[in-house]
């Protein structure tokens, strides 16, 4: 929309251009690191993809004679069958007011990181929270109890179910452990801004939206841990055997690592202190050890990797699914 204010111009386009970098350095989950299947249908006609699946192999057939049929010998016949998931993008958004006085009474690099900083973070806190509560039971909605989360169907196994009782320890927040070939991730307009002169308050409104969808392809290559919503306490909590036991179930699903080996594991500031005063307290230093938030900066997934562990490459988030009830 054409203004006559060329300090709001000057801010539409310098917000134009940087809230891609803006929104890049601050979500998480839409990396190729933490899952594999990405795709992007920019600029492509309709709003969905089918990313297709394959059932199991066993083990090839043994002891066949000379010419004997390979696809009626046991386990030779490896003839699969394909399934397929769909997503379908999903708006989202957020938007901010400018007045006329802020312009002309603020600094313009303040005025322009604030707007930058709301809309950015925003969409990429709603695309993460979305991205966590679709790894639990493939759909943006969070679980009822933590006692859905048993494996079943669509919905992941929570490990330590039998440790964290609700009736006695309150509400839980779920951390998660995951291959990356768990998880599909789709984008379909990348985040974009638009602006409009209200006259009647002198003020300008600045919107950022995108589109995209996540969706589980192996619920059974995730895992979950809870963890006590708003307690630091060790007891009745998460530790690191509950993680050390996902790592072993996702081996034993042959559930795919990355390249170096590792799975992930987004966890809570509170899972990370827990964890980390238990390392603490068997004396774990240097790579065997969670470093501290100071530590890392503020960059999401460059420095976000808090340190390795147990096969699991850690990460820590504040938009896992939280504060969810958990009853036996």
Request: net charge negative; with cysteine.
């Amino acid at each position: 929309m054409a203004t006559n204010s060329s300090g709001i111009n000057d801010l539409y386009v310098s917000v134009v251009q940087d809230l891609v970098a803006y929104y890049d350095n601050a979500v998480l989950l839409p990396n190729q690191a933490l899952i594999s299947n990405s795709f992007n249908i920019s600029g492509s006609a309709g709003d969905s993809v089918k990313v297709p699946l394959t059932d199991a192999w066993t083990a090839g057939a043994t002891g066949l004679g000379e010419e004997d049929n390979i696809l009626t010998a046991t386990n030779g016949d490896q003839s699969f069958a394909t399934s397929g998931v769909t997503l379908t993008a999903i708006k989202r958004g957020a938007g901010t007011h400018v007045s006329e006085e802020a312009l002309e009474d603020g600094q313009f690099d303040v005025v322009r990181n604030a707007v930058l900083t709301r809309l950015s973070r925003s969409i990429a806190q709603s695309t993460d929270q979305a991205g966590f509560k679709t790894m639990l039971n493939n759909t943006e909605t969070v679980p009822a109890d933590g006692a859905d989360l048993d494996g079943l169907d669509s919905n992941v196994e929570l490990i330590n179910q039998a440790t964290i009782n609700g009736a006695a320890t309150g509400n839980i927040d779920v951390n998660v452990v995951f291959s990356p070939e768990a998880m599909a991730y789709m984008s379909k307009r990348e985040p974009m801004v638009k602006m409009q002169e209200e006259i009647k308050h002198d003020r300008y409104v600045m919107t950022g939206t995108l589109r995209n969808a996540f969706a589980q392809l192996r619920p059974g290559f995730i895992k979950g841990v809870a963890s006590l919503a708003g307690s630091y306490a060790d007891a009745n909590n998460c530790n690191l055997i509950d993680f050390a036991q996902c790592v072993a179930k996702l081996r034993d699903g042959n559930a795919p690592t990355d390249e170096s080996g590792f799975y992930y594991a987004a966890v809570t500031p509170g899972a990370e202190l827990v964890l980390s005063n238990e390392l603490s307290s068997v004396g774990g230093t240097g790579t065997s050890s969670i470093g501290s938030l100071s530590d890392i900066g503020n960059r999401v997934l460059l420095e976000s990797v808090i340190s390795e562990a147990i096969g699991i490459r850690w990460v820590r988030s504040n938009n896992l699914v939280e504060n969810i009830t958990n009853t036996i």
